[in-house]
C-alpha cells in the first residue's frame, strides 16, 4: 500500500474511533461477541491497521479495569497476541522501514501497554512468550532513530512516528521494571517474574537507556518525553543494589556530563522568556509540564541519588557546584557561564531538604547564600535574579546568625517584585511567601504591607496563578485583625480576579486550566479574609456588595467546580454580618434548587448557611411568605429522608436542620411538629448506621420538650 494511501486509511479509522470507543465501551463483549473474531481475522489479512486500531479500544476499554471486571482481558491477550507478536516480527525484520511501519508497531506497543498496565496477563508469565516479546522490545529500544524523514521543526519532530515508537517502548519497559520487576513485592507468582526481570532483563535496558542519553552528551537530538523517561528509569535503580552497581562504572559522565547539563538554562527556555514570558512562568509552574519535563526528571534523579546514595555521592556533588560557583565567580563578565550559574543554583535550591539536615553544609547555608544567591538579586541577566529569589525562599526558613541576611534577602525578594521581567516578579512573590511564614518580627514586613498588594494586585492582573493567592493567603493569615483596612480592597481585587479567570477558564475547556485552579484560590483567600476580620462584622455589610454577583451565580450549576468554596463565603456572610440582608436571604432558593439538581454531596456544607439563615434570621425566616422558607426546607427534607436511594451518610444533615428549627422556633411552627416527625420515624425505621439512628432519635426525643413547650404557651 502507498504511503499516501495509508496516511488516508489512518484519517478514517481517527474519524471512526470515538464512535468505536462508545459501541466498544457500551456493548463488548455482551452484545458484539464476535468483534473479537472479526479482529483475530483481519489480523491475518489485509485490514491489519484496521483490526490493530479496534484492537487498542478494546484492550484500553480494561486498561485501568481490575479483578474481576478484567477478566475479558485475558481472553483478548489469549486470541490475538501470538498474531500481533508475528506481525511485531515481520515488522521489525523490514530493511530501511517507512513511516507507515512505525505507526504499525506504535499501535502494537499501545496495545501491549493497555493490556499490562495494572496486571501481567497470564499468559506473559510463560518465559519463552515474555522473551519474544522482550527481545522485539529492546530491538527496537537499541535500534537507531532514522535519520532521513525526521522534520526539522522540534514541535514535528518530537511527534514524528519513530521517535513514538521509541517513546512507547520506553514506557512499557518503564511499567514492567516499576510495577513488576520490584522484588520486594509479595505475591509468589509476580515475585518469580519480578526475579526473572531482575535477572534476565533490568540490566540489559539500563544499559541501552545510558547509550541512548549518551546521544545528548555529545550533542545529538533526544526528545523530552524520552529523556524523562529515561531518567526515570535510572531513578527506579539507584536503591536497586545490583542496578547500582552497574550505573556506578558510568554514574560520574551521566551526572555531571548529561544530568546537570539538562539543569541549566537553556536556549528553549531563552526563547520563550523573550517571546512569551507568561508561557514560560506558566510551564514553569504546571505540574502537568513537570511529568514529562527533562529538568525535572534530572532534579529528581539528584535528588534521589543523595537521599539513597548520599554517602558516596552528595560530597563529589557538591563540590562540582562549588567548583561551578568559583569559576563564575572568577571568570570576567564577558565570560560568565549565567546558564552554569543557574543550574547551580536549581540543584542547590532542589538539595534543601538534605543540606538543611546534613552537616557540614547545614551550618554553611547562611554564608552560601551570602556569597552566591544574593549577588545575583542584582545580576544582568533576569533569569538569575529569578533563580536568587526562588533559592532564597528554599532557605527562608533557615536560622540566620544575622538576621541583617535575613532582612536583606527579604527585602530582596520584595525588590524583585517589582522587577522589569515578569517571571523575576513571579519568583519573588512565591518566595516571599517562604518569607513571610518564616518572619519572627512581623515589624520587618508591616510597614511594607500596603506596597506588597499593590505589587499583589498588578500581578494578579497579568497572571493567572493559584500559587499567587496562596503567598496572598499566607500574608493575611499572618497579620489576622490588621488586614481590615485593606479587607474590602483585597475583596475587590480577587472578585475581579476571580471572574477574570472564569473567563479564561470558561474560553479553554482544558481540564487542567491553571485559571480554573486560580479561580478557586481566588476563593479560598476571600474566606481567608474574612476569617480574619471575623470580629469586625461592620465590614461584612461593607463587602457583602462585592461578593453577592460571585454567590448569585456560583451558587448555580454554573458554579459546580467552586461550590464548596463559595458555601464558605455563604457561611461567614450569613453568620458574622451584623443581621442577614434580603440580599443573601435571596441566596436561599438557589442552594435549595442546587440540591435538588447536582449538589446533594454538598448537603453537609449546605446545612452551615441553613443553620445560619434559621438561627439568626429565625422572624424573617418564620414570617416571610414569598418566598415561603418553611415550605421550601420541608419540601426539601421531606423528599431527602423518603428517597430510598440515598445512603445514610448523604442525609444525615437533615434530621440536624429538622433540630435547629425545632430549637430556634420554640412554639412557633407548631403545624410542622407532626409531618417532621412522621417522616423522622419512617427514616428511622430504614436507618442502618448508627450515628443516623442517633440523629432521627434526637429528633423524635425532643418531640415531648417542644409540645410541653407550646402547650405553656397556649396556656
Known amino acids: ?239 536497586k543494589n545490583s542496578m547500582y552497581t552497574l550505573l556506578q562504572s558510568r554514574l560520574d559522565s551521566l551526572l555531571f556530563e548529561i544530568v546537570f547539563p539538562l539543569m541549566c538554562f537553556n536556549d528553549n527556555d531563552q526563547k520563550l522568556w523573550d517571546e512569551d514570558p507568561h508561557e514560560y512562568v506558566r510551564k514553569g509552574y504546571d505540574i502537568i509540564e513537570d511529568l514529562y519535563s527533562p529538568r525535572t526528571a534530572a532534579m529528581d534523579f539528584v535528588s534521589e541519588l543523595v537521599r539513597k546514595r548520599g554517602k558516596e555521592n552528595l560530597q563529589k556533588f557538591i563540590q562540582f557546584i562549588v567548583g561551578i560557583f568559583k569559576s563564575y565567580d572568577e571568570a570576567p563578565v564577558e565570560y560568565k557561564s549565567y546558564r552554569q550559574k543557574d543550574g547551580a543554583l536549581l540543584a542547590i535550591g532542589a538539595l534543601c531538604d538534605k543540606l538543611k539536615q546534613t552537616e557540614p553544609y547545614k551550618s554553611q547555608l547562611e554564608r552560601m547564600l551570602v556569597q552566591h544567591v544574593f549577588p545575583e538579586f542584582s545580576s544582568p541577566v533576569g533569569h538569575l535574579r529569578a533563580k536568587a529569589a526562588w533559592v532564597a525562599g528554599q532557605y527562608a526558613h533557615i536560622s540566620f546568625s544575622d538576621q541583617n541576611n535575613f532582612r536583606k534577602a527579604l527585602h530582596s525578594v520584595v525588590s ?90 470558561e474560553a479553554d475547556d482544558e481540564a487542567d486550566d491553571p485559571g480554573a485552579l486560580a479561580a478557586v484560590g481566588c476563593l479560598r483567600a476571600i474566606s481567608t479574609i474574612l476569617e480574619s476580620v471575623s470580629r469586625l462584622p461592620h465590614l461584612f455589610v461593607q463587602i457583602e456588595p462585592t461578593l453577592l454577583p460571585i454567590m448569585r451565580r456560583m451558587l448555580t450549576s454554573d458554579g459546580q467546580e467552586v461550590f464548596e468554596e463559595v458555601l464558605e463565603i455563604v457561611s461567614y456572610m450569613t453568620f458574622f454580618s451584623p443581621t442577614i440582608s434580603m440580599d443573601m436571604w435571596s441566596l436561599w432558593p438557589l442552594m435549595m434548587e442546587s440540591l435538588a439538581d447536582f449538589a446533594i454531596d454538598y448537603f453537609p456544607n449546605i446545612l452551615v448557611p441553613l443553620d445560619n439563615y434559621v438561627s439568626r434570621g429565625t422572624a424573617h425566616f418564620l414570617t416571610c411568605k414569598e418566598p415561603d422558607y418553611q415550605q421550601s426546607l420541608w419540601n426539601m427534607i421531606s423528599s431527602i429522608m423518603a428517597d430510598t436511594n440515598m445512603e445514610d451518610n448523604d442525609i444525615e444533615p437533615a434530621p440536624k436542620l429538622i433540630q435547629v428549627v425545632f430549637q430556634n422556633c420554640k412554639g412557633q411552627v407548631d403545624q410542622w411538629v ?12 430504614r436507618a442502618e448506621k448508627p450515628y443516623l439512628k442517633c440523629l432521627l432519635i434526637q429528633v423524635v426525643g425532643s418531640r415531648r420538650k417542644f409540645l410541653f413547650i407550646s402547650s405553656h404557651k397556649v396556656l
Request: aromatic share 12%; glycine share 4%; proline share 6%.
Open 1 to 239: 500500500m502507498s504511503s499516501k494511501r495509508f496516511c488516508l486509511l489512518i484519517k478514517t479509522w481517527v474519524q471512526l474511533g470515538e464512535c468505536l470507543k462508545t459501541l466498544v465501551n457500551a456493548d463488548y463483549p455482551e452484545q458484539w461477541p464476535r468483534l473479537l473474531d472479526w479482529v483475530k481475522h483481519n489480523l491475518q489479512d489485509q485490514q491489519v491497521y484496521g483490526a490493530l486500531y479496534v484492537l487498542r479500544i478494546l484492550a484500553r476499554k480494561y486498561e485501568f479495569k481490575s479483578d474481576e471486571e478484567r477478566t475479558p482481558v485475558s481472553h483478548i491477550v489469549e486470541e490475538t497476541f501470538p498474531h500481533l507478536l508475528n506481525i511485531f516480527n515481520r515488522l521489525s525484520q523490514i530493511v530501511n522501514p517507512p513511516l507507515d511501519v512505525a505507526d504499525l508497531i506504535k499501535l502494537i506497543c499501545k496495545i501491549f501497554w493497555s493490556s499490562i498496565y495494572l496486571e501481567i496477563p497470564k499468559q506473559l508469565f510463560d518465559p519463552n512468550v515474555f522473551n519474544a516479546w522482550m527481545i522485539l522490545f529492546l530491538n527496537i529500544l537499541e535500534r537507531p532513530v532514522p535519520l532521513e524523514g525526521q522534520p526539522a521543526d522540534p514541535e514535528l519532530r518530537k511527534s514524528w512516528g519513530w521517535w513514538k515508537v521509541k517513546k512507547w517502548t520506553i514506557h512499557i519497559l518503564n511499567r514492567l521494571y516499576t510495577r513488576f520487576g520490584d522484588l520486594k513485592i509479595q505475591n509468589p507468582e509476580n515475585k518469580a517474574f519480578a526475579q526473572m526481570f531482575q535477572k534476565s532483563y533490568a540490566g540489559k535496558i539500563l544499559e541501552c537507556h545510558l547509550n541512548l542519553l549518551n546521544v545528548i552528551r555529545v550533542g545529538g537530538y533526544l526528545p523530552d518525553r524520552v529523556i524523562n523517561l529515561i531518567l526515570q528509569y535510572l531513578s527506579n535503580s539507584i536503591s
Open 416 to 505: 524583585g517584585m517589582r522587577d522589569a521581567e515578569l517571571p523575576v516578579r513571579v519568583d519573588s512573590v512565591f518566595a516571599l511567601r517562604s518569607f513571610v511564614e518564616a518572619c519572627r518580627d512581623l515589624n520587618e514586613i508591616r510597614p511594607i504591607v500596603p506596597q506588597l498588594l499593590d505589587e499583589f494586585f498588578k500581578l494578579m492582573n497579568e497572571v493567572e496563578n493559584e500559587d499567587l493567592v496562596f503567598t496572598l493567603e499566607t500574608i493575611v493569615d499572618k497579620f489576622g485583625e490588621e488586614m481590615a483596612p485593606y479587607a474590602l480592597g483585597l475583596c475587590q481585587n480577587l472578585a475581579a480576579a476571580f471572574w477574570r479567570c472564569m473567563n479564561t477558564a
Open 674 to 685: 407532626e409531618p417532621y416527625l412522621r417522616v423522622t420515624v419512617e427514616r428511622l425505621h
